[in-house]
């Protein structure tokens, strides 16, 4: 067990939701083009009238007509009040639809410059409905930037169900900042189930707005369960509001495992900035976390990033684990993402685990893609792990997929590639 840098979500599919999660599909769209290319930034060139952008136009690396990820050359854009219009076009000039559908779009902004409506257009600047099945969307916020109503309407402007949503308008209910209750409804203002599993979902929370659980609803009101199969969660908070232990339960109120291979894990507070934790099967009984240990110690920094990770055995003392190493140490970089990890044995010496090293240091680019992992020995010199090489060269192509991975020994000559 370890933590890794990882560009994926870390919470489960459903439920524990955030009021500004729901912007997250209207917003997908409504940035200004200046969006990523498989991590790499488009470039463009901007043209201003009285201080304002008025045109955007995409070049290449040839300094040439490009184009936009939205399928575009250029955007030109247009101000009245609080709105701007976007409209499209091709490297000749001429009018182009957008890979949503549309040929432009209006945006309005309100206080603090949050998107409160959306509105589609065709070639002709009229109203039109986006490959999502929409052409408006209208948002209402709390004063703190929560979501409480967002709204979709077809060309006519009447409520439309968005096909991939399932639901034609959400309303969030909040106590302080913390949402309590997301409800969704249908083209006639009615609960309605959505691909989630349910139509409501409520967040109980205690005397200090922290969630302690959240529970599902079918349109008529009855108990469901999410996407991933859990009809209850119930959250352990300590005194000091510090989690403790989450338990997933079924529509039957039985615990649930989620595929985890466990019930749940338990955590000891010894100060808010570390813990232990222990793993517990559904009838209660703690079970192994790992190869070779039952429990965990972290300790985090200020910022609450984990920079130690001791294993432990069934009386909480230090254990070497599976690799054969007691701690593992993470070091970060400015960006919050792990650059160094070495290992430590029972007595807190620098020590190799089972695979030959004592510490890699990952290289990352500015998009965060790795670039390369180099091995260490105790001595804090390059070495060659069990596998025959002591770094790893990471290739990809300009969309940042990747393409070859290039295996050299401490001697820097090339082992072998992949």
């Avoid at 948002?139 to 096909?163: C, E, L, Q, R, W």
């Amino acid at each position: 067990m370890g933590i890794m840098n990882r560009k994926e979500t870390t919470e489960r599919g459903c439920g524990n939701m955030k009021g500004k999660k729901i912007l997250a599909g209207i917003m997908a769209g409504a940035m200004l083009a200046g969006a990523c290319i498989g991590g790499s930034m488009a470039e463009w060139q901007e043209e201003t009238k009285s201080g304002k952008v008025i045109r955007r136009t995409w070049i290449n690396d040839e300094g040439q007509s490009g184009t936009a990820p939205e399928g575009y050359a250029s955007v030109a854009l247009s101000y009245s009040g609080t709105s701007v219009t976007e409209k499209y076009y091709d490297a000749a000039g001429q009018p182009v639809a957008a890979i949503g559908g549309y040929y432009g779009r209006t945006l309005t902004y309100g206080n603090k410059h949050r998107v409160e409506e959306i509105i589609y257009l065709d070639a002709e600047g009229k109203k039109t409905e986006s490959a999502d099945g929409y052409a408006r969307v209208k948002i209402v916020y709390t004063s703190a930037g929560g979501v409480t109503v967002a709204t979709y309407y077809d060309a006519t402007n009447t409520m439309v169900v968005v096909p991939k949503l399932g639901y034609a308008q959400v309303k969030n209910d909040y106590r302080g900042t913390t949402l309590t209750k997301t409800t969704y409804y249908g083209e006639d203002k009615k609960e309605i189930d959505t691909p989630l599993g349910y139509a409501v979902m409520i967040q109980s929370v205690n005397k200090s707005n922290k969630v302690t659980g959240i529970r599902f609803e079918h349109a008529d009101g009855s108990a469901a369960a999410c996407r991933d199969g859990w009809a209850t969660m119930k959250r352990e908070l300590d005194k000091k509001n510090r989690e403790v232990s989450v338990k997933y339960y079924d529509l039957g109120g039985q615990m649930m495992d989620l595929g985890k291979g466990y019930g749940y894990e338990e955590k000891k507070w010894e100060s808010d900035r570390a813990y232990t934790v222990k793993r517990f099967d559904l009838q209660g009984q703690q079970i192994a976390m790992g190869e070779g240990y039952t429990g965990l110690r972290r300790e985090m920094n200020k910022a609450g990033q984990v920079i130690r990770e001791t294993y432990l055995d069934e009386n909480d003392a230090a254990k070497e684990n599976g690799e054969g190493v007691a701690t593992r140490k993470y070091e970060y970089d400015s960006a919050g993402r792990i650059v160094k990890v070495s290992f430590e044995g029972k007595r807190g010496d620098n020590t190799e685990n089972s695979s030959g090293y004592a510490a890699y240091v990952e290289s990352l680019d500015e998009d965060g893609f790795l670039v390369k992992r180099s091995y260490y020995g105790k001595n804090g010199k390059g070495v060659n792990i069990c596998a025959g090489y002591s770094e790893i060269v990471y290739k990809y192509d300009e969309n940042h997929i990747l393409m070859e991975k290039e295996y050299y020994n401490v001697n820097g000559e090339l082992v072998k590639t992949e």
